[in-house]
């Protein structure tokens, strides 16, 4: 069996207050497949259920190494899930705001690129 990219999805998420990364990042995976239905599944590849997809993400989000990779995960509802974080996305100068609990001016932006494989003949 040779595994198969059967869709790649492109988002972005941001964090306006309280400066989570974990947010910005899970956001960006929302984004990036909230409008797909994935019939291929089943009627190209075969699958004969959801979670024998492999989805791939990989996102760059500034401080990386303070995602909660098994939040961000959370969000997609099937497939053999794996995280890959990097170094990136934005961080722009915003409004500290007290009752929105911010630590700082930070807004958070995260990119998140989301590939779905199938295990095919």
């Given at each position: 069996?040779?595994?198969?990219?059967?869709?790649?999805?492109?988002?972005?998420?941001?964090?306006?207050?309280?400066?989570?990364?974990?947010?910005?990042?899970?956001?960006?995976?929302?984004?990036?497949?909230?409008?797909?239905?994935?019939?291929?599944?089943?009627?190209?590849?075969?699958?004969?259920?959801?979670?024998?997809?492999?989805?791939?993400?990989?996102?760059?989000?500034?401080?990386?190494?303070?995602?909660?990779?098994?939040?961000?995960?959370?969000?997609?509802?099937?497939?053999?899930?794996?995280?890959?974080?990097?170094?990136?996305?934005?961080?722009?100068?915003?409004?500290?705001?007290?009752e929105l609990e911010d630590k700082n001016d930070e807004m958070l932006i995260?990119?998140?690129?989301?590939?779905?494989?199938?295990?095919?003949?």
């Open positions: 069996m040779a595994r198969k990219r059967l869709i790649i999805e492109m988002g972005m998420g941001i964090d306006q207050h309280g400066q989570e990364p974990t947010v910005a990042a899970a956001r960006a995976v929302r984004n990036a497949i909230a409008h797909n239905a994935l019939p291929g599944v089943w009627e190209v590849a075969g699958l004969s259920h959801p979670n024998e997809m492999i989805v791939e993400v990989q996102i760059a989000v500034p401080y990386p190494e303070q995602v909660r990779s098994d939040q961000v995960l959370a969000v997609l509802p099937f497939g053999q899930k794996s995280l890959k974080l990097e170094s990136g996305g934005m961080v722009v100068q915003g409004r500290a705001i007290a995260a990119v998140a690129a989301v590939t779905v494989f199938v295990e095919m003949d």
